[in-house]
């Protein structure tokens, strides 16, 4: 359910709501907040509520650093792990400059952006997460020892499987909340886990995909384990990816799908540093079921995109080169701009690559563009694209970079 203003003040009197939480990201994707009293909620709605922004990371310095979070009264959610004698809800934010004006750092309203240039041409994309990560468990001091909760492998269950409990307690609070989970299981590494959300608008997904990550780091601290969202967290076991699942549809009822695929990958030298933005994303690509090399094909889980096979009919694309560390905003939109591009110039879908790259042999393999091999080579590449710089401010690209 989307809340207006006078709902959310309704909600929050009727409800017995005592906090309300202000979220928002900074611009690698890393949720922050500050929590105000009911009494200063509609103050908030028409004035915003300032914070120091240089102390936010990509935000700017002192010299300007006065920014409002006004919230979006639309992603209004309880916060199911607090006391119901007393709620706790939440609201994603937009971010403004004294005089109303939008931060060009706020990602949301950067994603904002690429929707509407999409639905001016009568194109509608939707998004969906498949988020692995890492159970490990805590010293006596409550932190990390980077040990695996548990040994089981992929799909294993109890009691080898030892996060059932815990993905099932993230489950049930994300459907509180209004996300909806699809599937949970137990992934190939040792302690690794995913859980699939189901697909929406670019907007509420990129919402949905930050507060996952909330949720699972609480859920599985209450439960008395460390939850790690980092793409190569054990050097010899499989990394985390961020599978993001795409698709499109046009007012005119065309078929998109392919155009879009072949924008992704004519751009993904422009936009791969902001899908994989930390130097250990690249300790990931091309080993493990990671995909290296740009190249798509249907069902096969060697490539960089995959069409998954559909039964209803309703084909998608499943990029498998981002892992968790990427800003869901920002990814999000610059899968829509490279898929407008690709759409647009109407670009052909190369040969498909019908066989397992992490088998093929190296006169085959050579035939196919790789993916950068290391953070400074993807910075490299982007900056040499000018794909990016097209759709984020000089700030955003430069913190990227000096990351």
Same mark, same amino acid.
Do not use: W
């Given at each position: 359910?989307?809340?207006?203003?006078?709902?959310?003040?309704?909600?929050?009197?009727?409800?017995?709501?005592?906090?309300?939480?202000?979220?928002?990201?900074?611009?690698?994707?890393?949720?922050?907040?500050?929590? $105000? &009293?009911?009494?200063?909620?509609?103050? !908030?709605? +028409?004035? /915003?509520?300032? %914070?120091?922004?240089?102390?936010?990371?990509?935000?700017?310095?002192?010299?300007?650093?006065?920014l409002f979070l006004k919230p979006d009264p639309a992603t209004l959610s309880a916060v199911p792990w607090r006391s119901d004698n007393g709620r706790v809800v939440r609201m994603f934010c937009d971010i403004c400059y004294p005089d109303d004006s939008i931060f060009e750092g706020?990602?949301?309203? $950067? &994603?904002?952006?690429?929707?509407?240039? !999409?639905? +001016?041409? /009568?194109?509608? %994309?939707?998004?969906g997460a498949e988020m692995e990560f890492y159970l490990f468990t805590l010293d006596e001091n409550g932190v990390s020892t980077g040990m695996p909760h548990d040994r089981a492998g992929y799909m294993d269950i109890a009691p080898?499987?030892?996060?059932?409990?815990?993905?099932?307690?993230?489950?049930?609070?994300?459907?509180?909340?209004?996300?909806?989970?699809?599937?949970?299981?137990?992934?190939?590494?040792?302690?690794?886990?995913?859980?699939?959300?189901?697909?929406?608008?670019?907007?509420?997904?990129?919402?949905?995909?930050?507060?996952?990550?909330?949720?699972?780091?609480?859920i599985s601290a209450r439960n008395g384990l460390c939850a790690d969202f980092s793409p190569k967290p054990l050097k010899d076991e499989p990394g985390s990816?961020?599978?993001?699942?795409?698709?499109?549809?046009?007012?005119?009822?065309?078929?998109?799908?392919?155009?879009?695929?072949?924008?992704?990958?004519?751009?993904?030298?422009?936009?791969?540093?902001?899908l994989n933005p930390c130097r250990a994303s690249y300790e990931r690509l091309g080993s493990k079921k990671a995909p290296g090399y740009v190249s798509w094909s249907r069902e096969n889980r060697s490539q960089l995109i995959r069409i998954p096979a559909a039964r209803n009919g309703k084909e998608r694309a499943e990029l498998r080169s981002p892992d968790p560390c990427a800003n869901p905003y920002i990814a999000f939109a610059l899968l829509i701009y490279a898929g407008l591009y690709?759409?647009?110039?109407?670009?052909?879908?190369?040969?498909?690559?019908?066989?397992?790259?992490?088998?093929a042999p190296c006169e085959v393999l050579k035939k196919y563009k790789t993916l950068p091999a290391s953070f400074d080579e993807a910075a490299d590449r982007m900056r040499s694209a000018g794909f990016a710089s097209l759709y984020l401010p000089e700030e955003l690209i430069k913190a990227y970079c000096e990351a």
């Open positions: 359910m989307k809340y207006t203003e006078s709902e959310v003040l309704q909600f929050v009197r009727q409800e017995d709501v005592k906090f309300i939480r202000l979220a928002f990201c900074d611009i690698f994707g890393e949720q922050k907040n500050v929590a $105000i &009293l009911p009494s200063e909620l509609e103050s !908030a709605f +028409k004035y /915003g509520v300032a %914070f120091d922004a240089s102390a936010i990371r990509g935000f700017g310095g002192e010299v300007r650093s006065d706020d990602s949301r309203h $950067i &994603l904002r952006r690429a929707i509407a240039e !999409a639905e +001016k041409r /009568g194109l509608h %994309f939707y998004f080898d499987d030892r996060g059932e409990n815990v993905r099932r307690d993230i489950c049930q609070t994300l459907s509180l909340m209004g996300i909806h989970p699809e599937c949970s299981h137990h992934e190939e590494g040792p302690g690794q886990n995913e859980i699939d959300i189901r697909y929406s608008e670019p907007l509420s997904a990129a919402d949905n995909a930050v507060t996952f990550k909330s949720v699972v780091k609480t990816g961020l599978h993001i699942n795409v698709s499109v549809t046009s007012d005119d009822g065309k078929d998109c799908l392919e155009h879009m695929i072949a924008g992704i990958m004519d751009k993904i030298d422009g936009i791969t540093l902001f690709g759409i647009e110039n109407e670009l052909p879908l190369s040969e498909s690559a019908d066989f397992n790259l992490f088998s």
